[in-house]
């Protein structure tokens, strides 16, 4: 988060424009700003990204004041952060259950009211290469209304990133964000899920990397029109496949040292995927360095961390295309 970056992040030209909420995680330890998109937004500035976040937050709450102080650490332009008077900016309550985590999500929060005219008027000032959205921000109606809308009338990439919360819409949601994606990212769990729904109701989900898999990995893309399938798998590496179910890159994981705790480590995956992208790098050293970056956030506490000299060493390697180190 140097100078440069901070001013390159602040162009009214940005290359990505995020959707989607921005809000405040309440650990046991404290309290810590969050939200997949917005996590996302901060990784691609930081990186040296040039990026615009549409959101709404509370106009006079207090953590409405965490969300802008962050975005203004990050240099992140607070021209898409709305603000809304009758509604409080979003929070949740994450519990660590070992090396995994769970969440309350609070429902009637400000980004479940992202107002179309105010993001069409921000989506104006720029001309994206890249649209970032996820399906837990359309689980009310007001803001799945501007997402959908803002999608249909875009010619940027649109990257889907599956997010699936507890809540009887997932299938809907899934299912209609999928039909506006080009590329989607997916841990391998959501894809088996996305597999029963959608491929195979009847089966149960085949192995991975088996032929049936394969099978269905190309099905699933040929149903939804996809040009790029990124699957996370945690320990197990990643894997992007395109059309016809090509495997275009694929790997294993990247030990964690010294994990803190996992939250933000898809985020990560995702922002360093898209900052590699358009850094014109080839899948198999773009998902490498994602990869490792999202390794790097698990040794963090939180979804992001606050030392500048972090995103210093990842912005270095992106700008140089160093993967000497890998």
Known sequence: MNESQQTSSNLFMPDVVV?????????????????????????????????????????????????????RQFGLPESGLQKDVNHATGTVTVEQNGESHSFHIHDDVAWDYIELDDARATLAQSNPKIIYFGTLSQRSPVSR???RTLLNDTKALRFLDINFRDGPD?????????????????????????????????????????EAHQLAVKQFIDQFQLSRLIVTRG???YAS??????????????????????????????????????????????????????????????????????????????????????
């Open 235 to 237: 320990a197990s590496g």
């Open 170 to 210: 997932n299938k809907s949601l899934a299912k209609d964000s999928l039909i506006l994606a080009n590329w989607v990212k997916v841990n391998d769990e959501e894809l088996n899920i996305l597999f029963t729904w959608f491929v195979h109701p009847e089966k149960q989900p085949a192995a991975w990397g088996t």
């Open 19 to 71: 959707l989607g909420e921005a809000l405040v995680d309440n650990f046991a330890t404290g309290s810590v700003v969050g939200g997949a998109p917005f996590n996302v937004a901060r990784s691609l500035a930081a990186l040296g990204v040039s990026v615009t976040q549409i959101t709404r937050i509370g106009a006079n709450d207090a953590a409405g004041e965490q969300v802008l102080a962050s975005a």
């Open 145 to 147: 209304n501007t997402i």
């Open 241 to 326: 496949y395109v059309a016809g179910g090509h495997c275009e890159a694929s790997n294993q994981g990247q030990a964690v040292t010294h994990l803190v705790d996992t939250v933000g480590a898809g985020d990560a995956f995702s922002a360093a995927t898209i900052a590699t992208y358009l850094a014109g790098w080839k899948p198999e050293p773009s998902l490498a360095l994602a990869n490792q970056y999202a390794a790097a956030i698990c040794a963090q506490r939180g979804p992001l961390p606050t030392d500048k000299s972090f995103f210093e060493f990842w912005h270095q390697k992106l700008v140089h295309n160093d993967m000497a180190t890998f």
